[in-house]
């Protein structure tokens, strides 16, 4: 029960196009398209999906990583492409010049409006990657921040980071209990 996604190159690129097309072609659950600013690129995205013959239920998965997407990303969000937010964080913090910090205090105002953005349109939202994968106990705190914020999930980048990020955003016994109690 996994949906397979394929990461492309962004719009901006000179491999951009080319990648997506490969991808429409092989049909994913959905492509991850990074740097996306603005609805309209979301609709390009769609279009040449569409002429690459790729299936009408392959999703867009847009990365959240700069400014102008934040000031867009409700109309992003909204598209009927779009399945899914990507918090592009290590750029959103490079375009933001602040620095990558515990807590990330610089980052949780645009996190917070973006998980808005995901909430009122009815998507789901995946938190942004955590660099040091040699620090355990900062990675779990990460996550369960993410997950207090009301992410649901998060992107790795090492398969260590895979048992803990599971742990974080897995309903506990407790909520468990009081689902059942509730049904």
Known sequence: ?????IRCNGLDTEWGADDIAAAGAASPSAVVIPKVDTVEQV???SAQLDAAGASADT???????????MFNVRSIAAHPRVAVLVMG???????????????????VP???TALLAAREAGKVILDGVYNDVKNAEGF???CAQGREMGFDGKTLIHPAQLDVTNIAFSPSD????LARRQI
């Open 59 to 69: 999703k867009i998965w847009p990365m959240i990583e700069t400014p102008t997407a």
């Open 174 to 177: 407790e909520e468990i209990d």
């Open 110 to 112: 645009h996190l917070a």
């Open 43 to 45: 609709d390009a995205v």
């Open 1 to 5: 029960n996994r949906e397979l996604t």
């Open 89 to 107: 964080t290590n750029d959103l913090a490079k375009e933001l010049r602040s620095p990558i910090v515990a807590g990330r205090h610089p980052l």
């Open 140 to 142: 779990a705190a990460e």
